[in-house]
């Protein structure tokens, strides 16, 4: 794999989107590209690794429709609904971001080593807070999942259980006030974590692939009503 390179606050290749969060990492490490992150409205497309057959086809869908719209694809490289939404990105020659738990000498899971090769070989990138040699702890995960959303536009559940870490996810991009959405309860097996979200209403609900195509066509629209709410006031 490439070299690990830093970016700090001040630095025009750190994610101005993660600035607006209020535990900000001052240092980033990353391998790839990182420019992307900037130069793209970024979708973070999340699940849970326990996930159905159902979550697996949506959460690869999902990300090659997203690509097709021009969307950057983020998430924690994590098994599951994570995994597939990689490849469907890199199915679609999108490029994609890697969020890490631990430092970039190591890649978990390590199964997916071979992913984050792919991830990087198609001019995508692969980042964490955590410099190399630092050891591996569990609360690291859930810190991760705020820079998944930290750096995104929008963050799309495909099918979680409501104990599972996507869903602190979900909760940090409503604190963030990211675009939150999740697909129905209905279309899949193991969402408890999806029925929460669409009874307490914290979530956009898709009820089918079209209502995903119109979400993300939303944020697309909200970024440019935005430039131009900042080019001309």
């Known amino acids: 794999m490439s070299e690990i390179k830093t970016c700090v606050v001040s630095d025009s290749s750190y994610p101005k989107q993660l600035m607006s969060i209020a535990d900000a990492p001052k240092t980033i490490y990353y391998k790839g590209n990182i420019d992307i992150i900037n ?27 997203a690509v097709e719209k021009g969307f950057v694809v983020v ?9 597939e ?20 000498e190591q890649i978990q899971p390590k199964s ?3 992913l984050a090769e792919e991830i990087l070989k198609n001019g995508g990138c692969i980042i964490t807070e955590y410099p190399e040699g630092s050891s591996l702890q569990k609360y690291n995960y859930v810190k991760r999942d705020r820079i998944q959303s930290g750096i995104s536009n929008g963050v799309i559940i495909v099918e979680a259980q409501e104990n599972s870490g996507t869903m602190h996810t979900a909760e940090f991009s409503i604190k963030q006030k990211r675009r939150l959405a999740c ?14 979200l669409e009874e307490t209403k914290k979530a956009h609900v898709l009820n089918t692939l079209k209502d995903t195509s119109d979400f993300l066509d939303y944020i697309i629209n909200e970024s440019m009503f935005d430039q131009m709410t900042l080019k001309f006031d």
């Open 183 to 196: 697909y129905t309860a209905k279309l899949l097996e193991l969402s408890s974590g999806n029925k929460y």
């Open 75 to 83: 998430n924690g490289l994590a098994l599951g609904c994570d995994t």
């Open 112 to 114: 997916n080593t071979r």
């Open 39 to 65: 130069k793209n409205k970024c979708i973070t497309i999340i699940g849970s690794r326990n996930c159905s057959e159902e979550g697996l086809k949506l959460a690869y869908e999902t990300a090659e429709m």
């Open 85 to 104: 939404a990689l490849k469907g990105a890199l199915a679609k020659n999108g490029r994609c971001v890697a969020v890490m738990p631990c430092g970039l």
